[in-house]
Structure formats: structure tokens, C-alpha cells
């Protein structure tokens, strides 16, 4: 069975960062696309960065360009997002997804994980 879990969210002020960990539990991460997308209440899940298989290409959303870096450790088979300088919009529910190949597109993704909150106060 495959499982996504992510961690690392919570509550800082604006400025702050927060380091988002999704670890991969049955399947070898490193031979799927991973990637991160956030959600705000009523509306659909945005984009926010993805990792190819071997860890050699990134994508970013281009607002977050800068911003947010995606990076793996395949020992761990682990996803990471580092977020800096974190804004009050930034506060959203945050999701890892794994899938064949990396996309923008939320339906292209097979798995999913919980979500963790991520809240930035002003």
C-alpha cells in the first residue's frame, strides 16, 4: 500500500520559514515524479513545485520562484519543500503527490498525502 505522509507544518510570522518533509512508504520514491501543491478553502490545488525520478530536474511555480526550494533524499525516500520569507498568503493546507512523471497539473498525480496546515500570521 502506498502512503505519502507529510510533516513540518504549523503555525509562524510572517518572514519565518518552515521546511515540509512528505516521506514514501511502499514504492521506491525516487523512480516517480514527486511534487507539492497547496490548497486555500474553495479553490483547486495549486502548483507549487515538483522533483523529477533522479532528482536532477525542478520545476517551480513562478510566483515561488525563490521562494520555496524542492529537494529529495532518496535514502529517506523523502520529498522536502523549504519555504523562506513566508507570507500571511501563504497560509494554506499543503500536499505532496507522487506520480509517473512530473506536471503542473494536480491530475496527473496518482498518490496523495493528508496535508499539513501551514499558517503565517502578520
Known amino acids: 500500500q502506498v502512503q505519502l505522509v507529510e510533516s513540518g507544518g504549523g503555525l509562524v510570522q510572517a518572514g519565518e520559514s518552515l521546511r515540509l518533509s512528505c516521506v514514501v512508504s511502499g514504492l521506491t520514491a525516487c523512480n516517480y515524479g514527486m511534487a507539492w501543491f497547496r490548497q486555500h478553502p474553495g479553490t483547486e490545488r495549486e502548483f507549487l513545485a515538483a522533483i523529477n525520478g533522479g532528482g536532477s530536474s525542478t520545476t517551480y511555480a513562478d510566483s515561488e520562484k525563490g521562494r520555496f526550494t524542492i529537494s529529495r533524499d532518496s535514502a529517506k525516500n523523502t520529498v522536502n519543500l523549504q519555504m523562506n520569507r513566508l507570507k500571511p498568503e501563504d497560509t494554506a493546507i499543503y500536499y505532496c503527490?507522487?506520480?509517473?512523471?512530473?506536471?503542473?497539473?494536480?491530475?496527473?498525480?496518482?498518490?496523495w498525502g493528508q496535508g499539513t496546515q501551514v499558517t503565517v500570521s502578520s
Open positions: 503527490a507522487l506520480g509517473l512523471f512530473t506536471s503542473r497539473d494536480y491530475r496527473n498525480y496518482n498518490y
